[in-house]
């Protein structure tokens, strides 16, 4: 049976689903072609029951292959964007940790600039954005351990995450400069601003078996992440094997944040101040942050996406929203911080 306690952490995920619905049905309405309620109950019964909308067959076709698509796509990313923030953070034991810091975001990304030069389809994206995901989180964890001791290891995590992101990053710009200009070159700069125009019903295969295949070990070993908030050696006196175990979730995490990259390229941001507002929210206990994490990770990916494609004639590229956003933001919790601490 609940706790008092559980239940009162348990309301604001309630509450964080119902803000996901109404942020599900808001992006449908949003958009060049319009839709009126009534259009949208008609699509949906079409699509469930395969009864004729009654509506043209270009409004068919922009909601079921373009627009809902593009949200199921929004709502995936970002809910695996928080989910492998929250789970860095907790795995290394630092809030300041997330997929940009470490090194997943810019190796995916290199990973993934080599494979589109190489006219690779993309599944092979994928994978060869998760390989080079792995090896740079893989090279941050080794770097640290190897310059770093245990009383300054967040800080070598940290430090060490910005080289290797830095050397994935000029990978990245030699990529672009041995690019054809005229195809290649614009083509890799867009997806690496990030972007989910490009998404198609094909898209969501790719992005929801990752999602599934690493994010359901994390949500069946939520509990035991708060272990790991321990120091190793009392974790270990409780029985739990945390090398073992944070080597499980970083692989997890790394899956998912490459295969977020490889579909909607880099899209910073989310994976640090979601965890944070979830954290805000439930508390740091796992078995509460990660849900609110995800959801709260989806509402506010498809509400800047809704901003993306609304707002102008052409697509912003999210990565420029999520920084407008998310470095404000982000300023405005360390100062807050530093209040309830002085």
Same mark, same amino acid.
């Given at each position: 049976?609940?706790?008092?306690?559980?239940?009162?952490?348990?309301?604001?995920?309630?509450?964080?689903?119902?803000?996901?619905?109404?942020?599900?049905?808001?992006?449908?309405?949003?958009?060049?072609?319009? @839709?009126?309620?009534?259009?949208?109950?008609?699509?949906?019964?079409?699509?469930?029951?395969? #009864?004729? !909308?009654?509506?043209?067959?270009?409004?068919?076709?922009?909601?079921?292959?373009?627009?809902?698509?593009?949200?199921?796509?929004?709502?995936?990313?970002?809910?695996?964007?928080?989910?492998?923030? !929250?789970?860095?953070?907790?795995?290394?034991?630092?809030?300041?940790?997330?997929?940009?810091?470490?090194?997943?975001?810019?190796?995916?990304?290199?990973?993934?600039?080599?494979?589109? @030069?190489?006219?690779?389809?993309?599944?092979?994206?994928?994978?060869?954005?998760? &390989?080079?995901?792995?090896?740079?989180?893989?090279?941050?964890?080794?770097?640290?351990?190897?310059?770093?001791?245990?009383? *300054?290891?967040? #800080?070598?995590?940290?430090?060490?995450?910005?080289?290797?992101?830095?050397?994935?990053?000029?990978?990245? !710009?030699?990529?672009?400069?041995?690019?054809?200009?005229?195809?290649?070159?614009?083509?890799?700069?867009?997806?690496?601003?990030? *972007?989910?125009?490009?998404?198609?019903?094909?898209?969501?295969?790719?992005?929801?078996?990752?999602?599934?295949?690493?994010?359901?070990?994390? @949500? @069946?070993?939520?509990?035991?992440?708060?272990?790991?908030?321990?120091?190793?050696?009392?974790?270990?006196?409780?029985?739990?094997?945390?090398?073992?175990?944070?080597?499980?979730?970083?692989?997890?995490?790394?899956?998912?944040? *490459? *295969?977020?990259?490889?579909?909607?390229?880099?899209?910073?941001?989310?994976?640090?101040?979601?965890?944070? &507002?979830?954290?805000?929210?439930?508390?740091?206990?796992?078995?509460?942050?990660?849900?609110?994490?995800?959801?709260?990770?989806?509402?506010?990916?498809?509400?800047?996406?809704?901003?993306?494609?609304?707002?102008?004639?052409?697509?912003?590229? #999210?990565?420029?929203?999520?920084?407008?956003?998310?470095?404000?933001?982000?300023?405005?919790?360390?100062?807050?911080?530093?209040?309830?601490?002085?």
């Amino acid at each position: 049976m609940k706790t008092s306690e559980e239940q009162g952490r348990a309301l604001p995920i309630v509450l964080l689903g119902c803000l996901l619905i109404a942020a599900f049905f808001l992006s449908c309405f949003l958009g060049r072609y319009s @839709l009126t309620p009534r259009d949208l109950f008609f699509l949906f019964r079409e699509g469930l029951t395969g #009864l004729p !909308s009654g509506l043209s067959a270009s409004a068919s076709k922009v909601f079921f292959r373009i627009r809902l698509p593009r949200i199921l796509v929004a709502a995936i990313t970002g809910c695996g964007l928080a989910l492998s923030g !929250s789970v860095y953070q907790g795995a290394f034991r630092n809030p300041l940790v997330s997929p940009d810091i470490l090194g997943a975001t810019a190796g995916a990304g290199l990973g993934a600039a080599i494979a589109l @030069l190489l006219n690779l389809n993309g599944s092979l994206v994928q994978l060869i954005a998760f &390989l080079f995901g792995l090896a740079a989180v893989g090279g941050t964890s080794i770097l640290a351990r190897s310059f770093g001791d245990r009383n *300054s290891m967040t #800080l070598s995590l940290v430090l060490t995450g910005i080289v290797v992101s830095a050397l994935f990053q000029a990978g990245i !710009s030699l990529v672009k400069y041995v690019g054809d200009p005229y195809t290649k070159l614009p083509a890799i700069t867009f997806w690496l601003m990030g *972007s989910l125009s490009a998404a198609v019903p094909s898209s969501l295969p790719l992005l929801a078996v990752p999602l599934l295949s690493g994010g359901l070990p994390l @949500l @069946l070993l939520r509990w035991k992440l708060n272990l790991l908030s321990l120091p190793d050696e009392e974790a270990m006196s409780l029985g739990i094997n945390t090398t073992r175990l944070r080597f499980i979730v970083i692989l997890c995490a790394t899956l998912i944040t *490459s *295969s977020v990259v490889a579909v909607g390229g880099i899209i910073g941001w989310v994976g640090l101040i979601i965890p944070h &507002l979830a954290r805000m929210l439930v508390g740091s206990d796992c078995r509460f942050q990660l849900p609110a994490a995800m959801v709260l990770g989806a509402s506010y990916l498809l509400l800047v996406d809704d901003i993306a494609r609304s707002a102008t004639a052409m697509d912003i590229p #999210l990565g420029i929203l999520t920084a407008v956003i998310g470095a404000p933001f982000f300023l405005l919790l360390m100062y807050k911080q530093r209040r309830s601490q002085s």
